[in-house]
């Protein structure tokens, strides 16, 4: 079983830290399940123009294929201007209309403001439902303010809603197979 683990900013190191951390904690409780991080930030992903995917640059063909052949997918962005990134909408954009079809797809937002942690259900969310993912009851949202001025977070509430983030989706995940 195979957990990808996408940050979808082009800046930063705030988004990527958190999918690494629900990395770590897959691999640690989870030894059988295999992890990939795909950082959006070290790949020059195409604008989508219309055309079939190979007439794309190898890095865009080799996101969408490695996002195609996981069997789970936590999506991570930050908010902007009250909406995901584009950079992540773009790559969406690319994937085909089942391309999440029996595959566990959860959701990390990071913002500044606690207003915008319903961008999760009114925007990501729709658009996994679309590609035909099954979105985790739970999501995280994080609050810029808990970094640390390394990026990191050091709060126990956090660690545990990642928990059950992982444990739900591979709890569905696993009820899809039998």
């Given at each position: ?78 908010i902007y201007q009250a909406s995901i990134t584009g950079a992540l909408k773009n790559l969406l954009d ?84 039998v």
């Amino acid at each position: 079983m195979k957990l990808v683990g996408l940050s979808g900013s082009l800046s930063g190191s705030k988004t990527a830290n958190i999918v690494n951390d629900v990395l770590k904690h897959s691999k640690l409780n989870y030894p059988e399940v295999e992890t990939e991080l795909i950082d959006l930030k070290d790949y020059e992903i195409e604008f989508v123009k219309g055309m079939p995917l190979q007439f794309y640059n190898n890095d865009t063909v080799t996101v969408v294929k490695k996002l195609l052949n996981a069997d789970l997918i936590v999506i991570a962005t930050p908010i902007y201007q009250a909406s995901i990134t584009g950079a992540l909408k773009n790559l969406l954009d690319h994937l085909p209309v089942d391309a999440f079809k029996n595959k566990v797809t959860g959701i990390v937002t990071i913002a500044g403001t606690d207003k915008h942690f319903l961008v999760a259900e009114h925007q990501l969310k729709p658009i996994l439902n679309f590609l035909k993912g099954i979105v985790p009851t739970g999501n995280i949202f994080v609050h810029s303010d808990l970094f640390d001025e390394d990026n990191q977070i050091d709060d126990p509430d956090y660690h545990r809603r990642i928990k059950k983030l992982v444990d739900e989706m591979l709890h569905l995940s696993k009820s899809l197979s039998v």
